[in-house]
């Protein structure tokens, strides 16, 4: 740190996925020099993998995060398919996964926005945070609030009838799945889904309102170019389960399209820096300095050619209207995106429930020729997710690398802090209230894990420190 | 039945005994759950868990080696012995490293089920946390000893049962383990995967490969019904 930068410590901003904190660097004239989001994640999970029989993953990797298990339970899954040499599910494991999977988004995403996001799109950031809380929106817009819970507990019971509990469940398992979905659960599940279309439509409107009602400050707030990495489908269509990868350019000129999850080590690498745990990846083709990336929702409906069901397709058209068709690079823009994949999950899902094949019998593909190494991805509700393992002749993990989507927008995140700070502080090193609100609405809106873990009453817990050069603390603000 | 009918009675109830069995196999025939973890219905009984501990007479026993006698008075279901009973599945969950949340018994660990019977949410011991070794040499079958519990019924169940002596104990106290019989690991046995050895472990130590989560959540054995409501039935109306 040189001599005369002051830091702005804020902590901490988690007690349950880990622990983070945001320190901003200030330069002589107290202009923000760089933002460092603190997250300390996991660590020593890889480790405690290594030994155990792979077919154990699936489960076992679910504890990784209390928040999107069952990413990380399809994701395992998918890769020790590749291990056992399953390159193709039967039609009924294939859907069932995939049905779980977006049902995961589709309650993810549906938390994410009605109550740990609505309340800062609702009353605005600047609104006390007394106010700007999940409780400030079940006084003003009760029939929000519920639809929130409602729309969670829908995506909640297809991950039960899929996975067989609704949190830390088993059903993917190597080659398959290990239950079909009976004619009584998917009638269960087919008789809200109408409500959930007319909802998510709702949902999308209220985002899209939002974004264009306040698009002179969306434009601006923690709002920078970057690149956006995503899978997608051989025919460009978004797929958040399965895919390869392609990677745009802020202008959406495309770096690298469909590369195979298993030459992953050939487009991204991982920096480290002295001040993180958290990894940095980027693109080799572009190198560490400009070659990070975006993930996640935004990433996803720009890195897309189209959507194959038809009512997100539409809201993703209007989403490029207010954009001239090139990628939006807004923070805010998270919210809109995040929307429209909400709408997309659940067409999805209605499609699914009525294909016969998850009534089907066939649950298991028979394991092909073994393979020593796999890595599989799959979208998770907040982006790219990859699982890579070597197992040895004994069936047993010798390595296990998992990058996950809060890692992969690392970069983004504080990009916009730096942004957000530097447009609140302008050469002012004073802690207000105004740039714990900004901060915290703008790390939010990449829906972190950290964040997750403590939004259910919509406020992060802050602490904010100014220290000078010489490691006083000059100025300290807190909030509970 | 036979006529030398032996009866005694466990918490007041009537019970009558053929000769020869123990107060576990006379209960059990009655309806009577006595629990147990290191029994097993057709090995020789080993005596070793003390979860069976029942008082005869006043004076505590294992009813899975106490051979039954005319007149005793067990006492099986008290809060006492439910106690001690716990105290024991306690200091077994602590003594190894039991993960049930990602053990892919859970659901059909009799361990497991014990402690769900027994109404035990968290351990009350701290937790020991050994270092505990795998052994997944053998093609089609692994031990996870996390998981072992050293009652010993796969030692009995390899000999009585499959005519083999696969595995046996070495160590004392902390350091006992199950060890198996040849220097590279259950790779180099002769176990197979058929062995009855194998279903002879109540938890997840002594396991099938790549069998794992197949059944799923909620159609497990214990998911069903509490571990023991298969053996007890009301007493028959006098
Ligand atoms: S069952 Fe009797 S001592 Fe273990
Ligand atoms: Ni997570």
Redesign the pocket.
């Given at each position: 740190m040189p001599e005369a930068t002051r830091r702005i410590v804020i902590e901490p901003l988690t007690r349950v996925e880990g622990h983070g904190k945001v320190s901003i660097l200030l330069d002589d004239n107290n202009r923000v020099a760089q933002a460092r989001l603190h997250i300390v994640e996991f660590r020593g999970f890889e480790r405690f993998i290594q030994g155990r029989p792979f077919w154990e993953l699936p489960v076992l990797v679910q504890r990784l995060?209390g928040?999107?298990p069952v990413s990380h339970h399809l994701c395992a899954a998918k890769a020790i398919d590749g291990i056992i040499g399953v390159d193709q599910l039967t039609p009924t494991g294939e859907k069932m996964r995939r049905l779980m999977h977006y049902g995961q988004i589709f309650q993810s995403h549906a938390l994410h926005f009605f109550h740990l996001a609505s309340p800062d799109l609702l009353f605005g950031f600047d609104a006390p945070v007394e106010k700007r809380n999940v409780i400030g929106v079940i006084a003003e817009h009760p029939d929000l609030a519920v639809q929130g819970v409602m729309m969670r507990k829908f995506g909640q019971e297809i991950i039960k009838a899929t996975a067989g509990k609704k949190v830390h469940g088993t059903g993917a398992i190597p080659g398959g799945i290990n239950k079909n979905l009976s004619i009584a659960e998917r009638d269960e599940l087919l008789a809200e889904v109408d409500q959930m279309m007319e909802w998510s439509l709702k949902a999308v409107e209220i985002a899209r309102q939002y974004t264009l009602t306040n698009l002179a400050t969306v434009s601006e707030f923690g709002a920078f170019d970057s690149n956006h990495l995503s899978l997608v489908r051989a025919d460009g269509a978004m797929d958040l389960y399965d895919g390869k990868l392609r990677a745009i350019a802020a202008d959406g000129s495309q770096i690298i399209d469909q590369v195979a999850p298993l030459d992953y080590l050939d487009e991204i690498a991982e920096e480290v820096r002295s001040w993180s745990y958290m990894k940095f990846p980027f693109l080799k083709k572009l190198g560490p300095e400009t070659g990070w990336f975006r993930v996640g929702p935004l990433a996803r409906v720009n890195a897309c050619d189209f959507i194959d069901t038809p009512k997100a397709e539409a809201a993703r058209r209007e989403f490029f209207e207010v954009t001239d068709g090139v990628p939006s690079n807004l923070t805010m823009a998270y919210h809109w995106s995040r929307m429209i994949e909400l709408l997309h999950s659940v067409e999805v899902i209605g499609d699914l429930l009525h294909d016969g094949d998850l009534q089907g019998d066939d649950l298991v593909a028979p394991p092909g020729e073994r393979r020593g190494e796999y890595v599989a991805m799959l979208e998770a509700p907040?982006g790219t997710l990859t699982h890579h393992y070597r197992v040895d002749e004994n069936d047993q993990v010798t390595m296990a690398n998992l990058i996950?989507s809060?890692t992969c927008n690392n970069e983004a995140m504080n990009r916009a802090v730096a942004k957000i700070a530097e447009d609140e502080i302008s050469g002012a090193p004073e802690i207000t209230e105004g740039l714990l609100n900004n901060i915290e609405v703008g790390v939010r809106a990449y829906d972190p894990?950290l964040s997750c873990a403590t939004h259910a009453l919509g406020q992060m817990p802050l602490e904010v420190k100014l220290i000078d050069a010489e490691g006083n603390t000059v100025d300290r603000r807190t909030r509970p | 039945m036979s006529d030398r009918r032996i009866a005694f009675t466990i918490d007041g109830r009537k019970i009558e005994a053929r000769a020869g069995q123990t107060v576990l196999e006379a209960a059990e025939e009655a309806g009577v759950y006595v629990p147990r973890l290191c029994w097993m219905k057709g090995l020789t009984p080993a005596g070793a868990c003390r979860v069976c501990t029942v008082r005869v007479n006043g004076r505590p026993q294992s009813a899975c080696t106490q051979p039954a006698a005319p007149g005793m008075i067990v006492e099986n279901d008290t809060e006492e012995l439910r106690e001690l009973r716990r105290d024991v599945i306690d200091m077994l969950f602590v003594e190894g490293n039991h993960f049930c949340m990602f053990c892919e018994k859970s659901g059909a660990c009799e361990l497991q089920a014990l402690a769900y019977r027994f109404g035990i949410a968290a351990p009350k011991y701290p937790f020991m946390f050994p270092r505990r070794e795998l052994d997944a040499s053998h093609p089609d079958i692994f031990i996870d000893r996390n998981r072992c519990i050293l009652c010993g019924r796969c030692v009995r169940a390899s000999q009585e049962l499959d005519g083999k002596h696969v595995f046996d104990f070495v160590g004392r106290g902390r350091d006992k383990r199950i060890a198996v019989d040849a220097e590279a690991g259950l790779g180099d046995t002769d176990c197979a995967a058929t062995d009855r050895a194998i279903d002879a472990c109540p938890t997840g130590s002594l396991l099938r490969k790549r069998v794992g989560f197949a059944v799923p959540v909620g159609r497990r054995e214990f998911d069903r019904q509490p571990i023991g409501s298969d053996i007890e039935r009301p007493a028959a109306a006098e």
């Open positions: 995060c928040i999107c907040r996950v809060t894990c | -």
